[in-house]
């Protein structure tokens, strides 16, 4: 009888067709979640014309979605833990598919709220578990690259919204842009079909005929037996309550740490994706203008994912997260100030690159700091404590703009958040990872070999 460590078998394993089913399928959903997010601050202009309300009332309704997000972080990154990422993941796309279109049929600020709100819990509970599948599915050579990549489709989301934003608002009007929204509910009954579930899930719940198979397509040297027994490290068992484990072996300051880095962090990215196109137009571009700074920013979060993943994969991530928040604190903060139009596209992307391609690195550094058992519950609760500043930043900056404040001031009060996560990032102890651990471990386990 063997013993297989599914640990030892995802970090040796090479990247083969079964890595790019997981990551097609984790990009593919996070692309949706990216457009369900970026399209209310596409369409605001609109929205705020259309149903007469001012900007502190626009960015209350730009915040239930967050709001609802900060739930669905934590309770539906938790819930996965215990159900399984599948069903979770499908629950997920349903609600934000379903009620960001519904919310494009009516012209109500409070219905809207409350079918964003809606949509918020699916879009902020798919996020947790679908880094926690690319964390736990990916080689760890490549592992933090792998989550970029795959968070990379935020992005494409944002300027898909951008580019559909651009055409169908003129013609067609702002409903238009939410209703392309109810698409990927079709991709539900597929996810049952063909999205992998945990390992850790399958072991809990005695299902190892799945798991064999599971196993034998993550790493094809593995030939199943049936005599085989799957082992889990003592940290990776959950229990009934896995909340506990992020506080456990030394890990309780760098949770905190690590919301703190979220929260400005998250505050940056929504204070941009919801306000840039209003405050480029008042600072004298048009509409169409202003969407491109929108495209930009979301190709510059593209870039700084990719490129951030690589170099957190041959560099200290933390030090990589650091490095990247600085860069944020001046790129933003020189968006106040009157450029040449190249330097001025320049800084835009550099400050997408260094917000949203910074949160996605830092959700790859989240997801291998917690053990296998407890991951999703660890992202949720990081993502859902970082809302608190994805809910303020569109208020905050919603009543600056409503204050008529020079443009400088407005973009200094979102960069300064950036300093403030660079210094949590500094006192995280990596030491205390669990990456950290099975660095030491897989360094003594042969490659392809997952049984001992």
Not at 94 to 119: K, Y
Not at 138 to 152: D, G
Request: charged share 10%.
């Amino acid at each position: 009888m063997r013993q297989i460590d599914v640990h030892a078998l995802a970090d040796k394993a090479r990247f083969n067709r079964f890595h790019g089913l997981v990551l097609l399928w984790c990009a593919l959903i996070i692309v949706f979640d990216g457009y369900d997010l970026a399209v209310v601050g596409i369409a605001l202009p609109s929205i705020m014309q259309s149903m007469n309300v001012g900007p502190a009332n626009a960015g209350l309704m730009v915040s239930s979605a967050l709001f609802g997000m900060m739930f669905g972080n934590i309770i539906l990154g938790t819930i996965a833990d215990r159900i399984g990422r599948r069903w979770a993941v499908a629950i997920c796309v349903a609600m934000f598919s379903i009620f960001t279109a519904a919310a494009g049929l009516t012209n109500d600020p409070v219905m809207f709220s409350i079918f964003r709100f809606i949509a918020g819990v699916g879009i902020g509970g798919v996020m947790p578990n679908v880094v926690a599948q690319m964390t736990e599915y990916s080689p760890l050579r490549i592992r933090s690259m792998m989550v970029t990549v795959m968070f990379s489709g935020y992005s494409v989301g944002g300027m898909l919204a951008a580019l559909v934003g651009k055409g169908m608002i003129e013609h067609y009007g702002w409903p238009s842009v939410f209703l392309v929204a109810g698409l990927p509910v079709v991709l539900v009954p597929f996810i049952f079909r063909s999205f992998p579930e945990s390992m850790p899930f399958l072991v809990r719940k005695g299902r190892f005929d799945e798991l064999r198979n599971t196993a034998a397509r993550l790493d094809p040297s593995y030939k199943p037996q049936a005599s085989d027994r799957f082992e889990l490290p003592q940290e990776d068992r959950a229990d009934s309550a896995p909340i506990k484990h992020l506080f456990q072996d030394g890990r309780g300051f760098s949770t905190v740490m690590f919301w703190m880095s979220f929260l400005m962090c998250l505050f940056m990215v929504y204070a941009l994706s919801s306000w840039l196109t209003k405050l480029m137009a008042s600072a004298g571009y048009s509409l169409g203008s202003a969407l491109t700074f929108v495209l930009v920013l979301n190709f510059g979060a593209m870039v700084g994912a990719i490129g951030g993943g690589w170099l957190a994969d041959r560099f200290h991530i933390k030090h990589v997260l650091v490095t990247m928040y600085l860069l944020a604190a001046v790129s933003i903060t020189l968006l106040g100030y009157p450029l040449s139009t190249p330097v001025l596209f320049l800084m835009v992307g550099l400050a997408g690159a260094s917000t949203i391609g910074t949160q996605i690195v830092n959700l790859a550094y989240v997801g291998q700091f917690y053990p296998m058992a407890v991951r999703s519950t660890g992202i949720g609760w990081a993502l859902g404590v970082g809302r608190i500043g994805a809910l303020a930043a569109p208020i905050v900056i919603g009543t600056l703009v409503g204050m008529a404040l020079p443009l400088q001031q407005n973009f200094m009060a979102i960069s300064i958040p950036a300093v403030l996560a660079a210094v949590a990032t500094l006192l995280i102890h990596h030491g205390r990872s669990a990456s950290s651990r099975h660095e030491d471990v897989s360094a003594t386990i042969p490659d392809a070999v997952p049984a001992r």
